[in-house]
Structures are given as structure tokens and as C-alpha cells.
């Protein structure tokens, strides 16, 4: 895997390291406190390009066997007339039988949206608090979200992280408590611009996933979403082969420091500007297991053609 600073930038114009063809070398690679030094002299002048050159070397995956999953965040968008031509649009929607689809609300229409959304669609919230309700201003607790049939929540995400303040070991335990109360977390992860650039993707990633695996009980009911930052609402999509680099190293991440199984099993899906246009080649990624979509979960039709890019998948397969 150790390529220098020099050829690494003739094969790539991100500082993101390709993982060993080798599975059986994941060991070495994805330990739980990685060190990178030989990517600490990238050229000064590398920077993020959108266009990947082809790959020096194959990147081998191993996928995951989990159902795809799309999940619609709706983040601080719509009114009460907006979302329900959004939930009309939804149920007349055909949708791939053989993909689980969420949508969150803002919490203020969680009700509505719940009461008249097809059962085919489960709900999710967008954050909720790290422990039992009481005097938490402006906070959402698990047992709230409940009482209004959510099964998901959305937490992590680097709006959370990067405005709101929030830190790895406070979103892990309100991952933690979230799980243990029986909610499923759709657990975000990713590295700002200046940190691809500088060649820490990977050390972001881990330690984002470290503070998850310290306070999780389980990781049966988990979905990881994978989105830089840097691709959030701005238009610019991690190339499928930039995604898939990341996904590979999560699992083995997953496989080296938690189990093999949960490696296996847990779905890890990507999110970063991902629309009716480009979901199909990234679908066809091994260890893309789906999607965490913004803008484009606000438009109906095209969430619907997010969600049977599945098909895309099983072609690939």
C-alpha cells in the first residue's frame, strides 16, 4: 500500500491511499490507530480534482451482503403543502421491492409525513438527544421519536459535526443510546476537504468510526453513511472509484477492529450530492450499498430513480 508522495500524484490528484490488493494484509493496513507517514510530503500544489485518473492498481473489495438502502434527509426543507405533493410523488412512485427506503422529515412534519406516507417508506429523524428526555432545550428525545413510529436516526452528519459543534464522543453515545432504545442509527461519516487534501481521508474516517464502536451495543441495526464533506450540496460527487476506495477501507476497518461478520453484514452507503444522474455508476461500486441523499430526496421522481439504481447493483453483480 505505501506509495510515495511523487507517484501518488501521478495516478491520483487526491491524497487518499489505495488499500493492498490483498485481503489477508487488511490486518496491517486498518489497524485501530493507523499511521501514514509516507504520505506527510504530498506536493504543496496537490489538489482535490473531480476526475480521478484511472487506479495504479485494482482495488479489491469485500462486499457486503446487506439489502441496499437509500435514505431521503429532507435536512431544514418544506412546508406542510410541499411535503405533502413530496409524499404524493412518493407513493405513486414504483419502487425496487428489494431495497429498504427511508426518508427523514424535519421533526416539525414527522407526523404528517408518518400518517400518510406508504408503508413501503419507514421513517427517520435527522438527530435526537444522548439520553432520556427532561429539561434539554430545543432537543428531541428517543422515546419522543418513538411515540411517532420513527425507526431511524440520523446521526453524525457533518452538519451536526462541523456547525452545530458536535464531537466524535458525544455522537457515539447518542448512537449508543439511540440503539439500546431500540432505534436504528444511520451513522455518518467523513473528512473535510483540507483533510482529503492532506492526506488524512482514511485517519478521519477511523476515528469517526472509533467513537461509534466505543459506545455501540450492537452493530445489528447500524447503516454507515460515507459522505466528504467536501461533496455535501456543493455539486462536486467523489468519483465511483474515490467512493469505493473509502468504502473498502471502512470495512476493513469494520474487519480488523470489531469481527469479520459485522464487516460482512453492516451496509455502507455513500452521500455527497448524489442525484438521478450519477447514482448508477456509483451503485455499481461493490462495497456501495446504497445512498444518503440530500437535495434530490425533495423531488419525487428522482428519489425514485435513486432508489431502483439497486438494479444497477444486482447487474454489476
Known amino acids: 500500500m505505501a506509495a510515495t508522495s511523487s507517484s501518488l500524484a501521478s495516478h491520483l490528484s487526491i491524497a487518499l491511499r489505495r488499500p493492498s490488493p490483498k485481503l489477508d494484509s487488511l490486518s496491517s493496513q486498518f489497524s485501530l490507530f493507523p499511521t501514514h507517514s509516507s504520505f506527510d510530503n504530498l506536493h504543496s500544489n496537490l489538489r482535490l480534482s473531480l476526475t480521478a485518473s484511472k487506479p495504479s492498481r485494482s482495488v479489491v473489495a469485500m462486499a457486503g451482503t446487506g ?29 425496487e421491492a428489494d431495497v429498504d427506503v427511508v426518508v427523514a422529515p424535519p421533526f416539525v412534519y414527522i407526523d ?25 432545550t430545543g432537543e428531541i428525545s428517543v422515546e419522543q421519536l418513538k411515540d411517532h413510529g420513527v425507526k431511524w436516526v440520523i446521526l453524525g452528519h457533518s452538519e451536526r459535526r462541523h456547525i452545530i459543534g458536535e464531537k466524535d464522543e458525544f455522537i457515539g453515545k447518542k448512537a449508543g443510546y439511540a440503539l439500546s432504545e431500540g432505534l ?44 466528504p464533506v467536501w461533496a455535501i450540496g456543493t455539486g462536486k ?42 447514482c448508477a455508476e456509483l ?13 434530490a430526496s425533495l423531488k419525487g421522481p428522482e428519489f425514485a430513480t435513486i432508489v431502483n439504481s439497486a438494479t444497477e447493483k444486482k447487474v454489476a453483480a
Not at 451503485?283 to 437535495?295: P, T
Open 67 to 95: 439489502k441496499f438502502f437509500v435514505g431521503g434527509n429532507w435536512k431544514c426543507n418544506g412546508t406542510k403543502d410541499s411535503i405533502s405533493k413530496l409524499v404524493s410523488d412518493l407513493n405513486s412512485a414504483k419502487l
Open 112 to 136: 404528517q409525513v408518518k400518517n400518510s406516507i406508504t408503508d413501503r417508506i419507514e421513517i427517520s429523524a435527522q438527530n435526537s438527544w444522548v439520553g432520556k428526555g427532561g429539561a434539554f
Open 184 to 227: 436504528g442509527v444511520i451513522a455518518c461519516i467523513g473528512e473535510l476537504l483540507e483533510e482529503r487534501e492532506a492526506g488524512k481521508t482514511f485517519d478521519v474516517c477511523f476515528q469517526q468510526l472509533k467513537a461509534f464502536a466505543d459506545a455501540v451495543p450492537s452493530w445489528d441495526n447500524i447503516v454507515i453513511a460515507y459522505e
Open 237 to 278: 460527487v467523489a468519483t465511483p472509484q474515490q467512493a469505493q476506495e473509502v468504502h473498502v477501507a471502512v470495512r476493513g476497518w469494520l474487519k480488523n477492529n470489531v469481527s469479520a461478520e459485522v464487516a460482512s453484514k453492516i451496509r455502507i452507503i455513500y452521500g455527497g450530492s448524489v442525484n438521478g444522474g450519477n
Open 283 to 295: 451503485a455499481k461500486q461493490e462495497d456501495i450499498d446504497g445512498f444518503l441523499v440530500g437535495g
